[in-house]
């Protein structure tokens, strides 16, 4: 065999444009830019590989629900109920039987460039989606668990069609018109609920960066409303704004008198 420019072994390699028979030639090849070359591609191979064991494992509730003849499943899980500022905000997806994106995980664990790619690639793919946001007023008013759990139901209504089985990250809800499973860590367990995690997590931050504009000093776009020691800082130095949540014990403690 005619022996390839290192250039061009590159763009193959990176294009995945090669047969099996060609790259084991490759490591036959003595030049040291080839071997690093393959040795960087068969760590993207066992990358791909271990990707593709993960979503598998993430498929499990799903295709338990699809042998028991559910058609639309959806995913629900929220976004901020940690936090001393911002809102709440739940979403509910529902993904199509062949949807496959490799790398879909719990949204804490994909840096801010992935969830926001994958938070474009679920909404245009998904069957039917819902994002409900409920605001720091409304967790007042009646604790931030019923809040999460409200956000969840408004979610799941926007759905159309309506599920028939509901996988749901941590949370019972006892209201549903439809089967559910409520599993803990589930954004690391299921493809729908850790779909649904991007949507919420992504949609939340969003909203506490323009926050951030109107209300820089409280570091709402690198905290995202958790009580920091930068937050702690500014709520005691300039009290509070009407983003923050008043029944939560920091928020009132830290506040001026």
Not at 5 to 21: C, F, H, M, R, Y
Not at 77 to 88: K, N, S, Y
Not at 89 to 113: R, T
Not at 170 to 176: G, I, R, W
């Amino acid at each position: 065999m005619k022996k390839e420019s290192i250039a061009v072994i590159k763009q193959l390699l990176e294009s995945d444009n090669v047969t099996g028979t060609l790259v084991n030639e490759l490591r036959t090849d003595e030049r040291k830019g080839v071997q690093q070359l393959i040795e960087r591609y068969d760590k993207k191979k066992l990358n791909e590989h271990e990707l593709e064991q993960q979503y598998t494992r993430m498929c499990w509730y799903e295709q338990k629900s699809y042998v028991k003849s559910h058609q639309f499943i959806a995913g629900i899980d929220e976004a901020g109920r940690g936090p001393l500022a911002g809102p709440v905000v739940a979403a509910a997806v529902i993904l199509p039987e062949n949807f496959k994106l490799l790398g879909l995980n719990d949204s804490k664990q994909l840096n801010e460039k992935t969830r926001n790619k994958f938070y474009n690639i679920i909404k245009k793919n998904a069957v039917s989606y819902g994002i409900s946001i409920l605001s720091n007023q409304e967790i007042d008013q009646v604790n931030i668990y019923e809040a999460t759990k409200l956000a969840m139901y408004r979610a799941i209504d926007q759905l159309d069609p309506k599920p028939d089985h509901v996988l749901i990250d941590a949370v019972t809800l006892e209201k549903l018109p439809c089967s559910s499973e409520a599993i803990t860590k589930g954004d690391q367990k299921s493809v729908s609920i850790a779909a649904a995690s991007i949507l919420a997590k992504v949609t939340r931050d969003t909203k506490m960066k323009q926050l951030h504009e109107t209300y820089p000093v409280y570091g709402f776009a690198s905290n995202m409303g958790y009580g920091t020691k930068e937050h702690l800082e500014a709520l005691r130095s300039y009290g509070t704004t009407p983003y923050h949540r008043n029944s939560f014990a920091p928020v009132r403690e830290a506040s001026p008198r």
